[in-house]
């Protein structure tokens, strides 16, 4: 069975309790040998291969940090040329190189019609480079661009919401997905690659380094995320109704916050209770229009 097989292999340099690590291993699952994965510069593509090395058991190409989509665009060319239509071509990539840089690149892929199922692991920052903001860095965290201090409480901005955009190009398949709930990713990466023509999906991966919490709880965070409603999780397929994973034990935002330093300026004294309260007003929000609520 394909979800026994481990196409990351162990060794790589990830951090203790990465969250992309876990997400990596398990979209490997999903996709079985019979694929060509690209990458953009990040993390992903630093710990799995350090000069001479690596980890990947599929065929695996890195690309700019920028051309991602554009790459996977050539590599299915390539195939098509060669008469190959059962490899599957599959992106994995940052929030950086997904959100911001290579925005454009996705936007033509997309448009193009092209057969890629694109991922984005979202770790909500630049993390290579030392935790600079990107567009999906959520309101209020700190980050080494967005610093809370005297003069700010970190990011001003919400964070973009990119399957929306994805959505908007009329594509066929958009998912939302978190590495704490692995069966649920696995099928939809499945789901995924079984459709002609460009998909989306976003994968939650809690950061220990970038926000500030052990490694032991990378599980527990990427939960609570979900859990208070900041970050839901979804999938809608065209022409058929949204599909959303419900909320049972619903938390308060602050059960999210507390646990990582990037907010822990928020709870300093008083003077962030509003900020906290618009966070929350996200999670409400998004019980309200995803129906969250079971
Ligand atoms: C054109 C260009 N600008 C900047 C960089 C430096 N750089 C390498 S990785 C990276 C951030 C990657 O962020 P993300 O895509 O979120 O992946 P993560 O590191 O979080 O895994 C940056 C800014 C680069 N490689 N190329
Ligand atoms: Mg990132």
Same mark, same amino acid.
């Given at each position: 069975?394909?979800?026994?097989?481990?196409?990351?292999?162990?060794?790589?340099?990830?951090?203790?309790?990465?969250?992309?690590?876990?997400?990596?291993?398990?979209?490997?699952?999903?996709?079985?040998?019979?694929?060509?994965?690209?990458?953009?510069?990040?993390?992903?593509?630093?710990?799995?291969?350090?000069?001479?090395?690596?980890?990947?058991?599929?065929?695996?190409?890195?690309?700019?940090?920028?051309?991602?989509?554009?790459?996977?665009?050539? &590599? *299915?060319? %390539?195939?098509?040329?060669? @008469?190959?239509?059962?490899?599957? /071509?599959? +992106?994995?990539?940052?929030? $950086?190189?997904?959100?911001?840089?290579?925005?454009?690149?996705?936007?033509?892929?997309?448009?193009?019609?092209?057969?890629?199922?694109?991922?984005?692991?979202?770790?909500?920052?630049?993390?290579?480079?030392?935790?600079?903001?990107?567009?999906?860095?959520?309101?209020?965290?700190?980050?080494?661009?967005?610093?809370?201090?005297?003069?700010?409480?970190?990011?001003?901005?919400?964070?973009?919401?990119?399957?929306?955009?994805?959505?908007?190009?009329?594509?066929?398949?958009?998912?939302?997905?978190?590495?704490?709930?692995?069966?649920?990713?696995?099928?939809? &990466? *499945?789901? %995924?690659?079984?459709?002609? @023509?460009?998909?989306?999906?976003? /994968?939650? +991966?809690?950061?220990?380094? $970038?926000?500030?919490?052990?490694?032991?709880?990378?599980?527990?965070?990427?939960?609570?995320?979900?859990?208070?409603?900041?970050?839901?999780?979804?999938?809608?397929?065209?022409?058929?109704?949204?599909?959303?994973?419900?909320?049972?034990?619903?938390?308060?935002?602050?059960?999210?916050?507390?646990?990582?330093?990037?907010?822990?300026?928020?709870?300093?004294?008083?003077?962030?209770?509003?900020?906290?309260?618009?966070?929350?007003?996200?999670?409400?929000?998004?019980?309200?229009?995803?129906?969250?609520?079971?």
């Amino acid at each position: 069975m394909v979800e026994n097989m481990e196409l990351l292999a162990p060794g790589h340099r990830a951090c203790p309790g990465c969250g992309t690590a876990i997400a990596t291993r398990l979209i490997l699952k999903a996709t079985g040998k019979d694929v060509i994965v690209v990458t953009s510069t990040g993390c992903l593509e630093t710990f799995t291969s350090p000069y001479g090395q690596s980890a990947w058991e599929v065929p695996w190409i890195h690309s700019l940090f920028e051309n991602g989509a554009a790459v996977a665009s050539g &590599v *299915k060319e %390539a195939l098509k040329a060669k @008469g190959n239509n059962h490899t599957k /071509v599959v +992106v994995i990539s940052g929030d $950086g190189g997904s959100f911001d840089i290579g925005f454009g690149a996705i936007s033509g892929m997309f448009e193009r019609g092209h057969d890629i199922t694109y991922i984005c692991y979202d770790n909500e920052a630049y993390m290579n480079t030392g935790v600079q903001r990107s567009s999906s860095t959520p309101y209020a965290a700190t980050t080494t661009t967005t610093p809370a201090g005297v003069a700010s409480y970190g990011k001003l901005e919400p964070k973009k919401d990119m399957p929306s955009i994805a959505l908007a190009h009329g594509i066929q398949y958009v998912a939302t997905a978190s590495i704490c709930y692995p069966q649920d990713l696995i099928r939809k &990466v *499945k789901k %995924a690659i079984s459709i002609n @023509g460009p998909k989306y999906i976003q /994968v939650h +991966v809690p950061c220990c380094i $970038g926000w500030g919490f052990d490694p032991s709880e990378t599980i527990e965070v990427g939960r609570l995320a979900v859990e208070t409603g900041l970050v839901p999780i979804y999938s809608i397929e065209k022409g058929k109704p949204m599909e959303v994973r419900k909320v049972s034990d619903r938390k308060p935002v602050e059960a999210y916050l507390k646990k990582q330093n990037r907010f822990k300026h928020l709870f300093k004294g008083e003077e962030y209770k509003e900020v906290v309260a618009q966070l929350q007003k996200i999670c409400d929000d998004n019980f309200e229009y995803f129906g969250l609520a079971k």
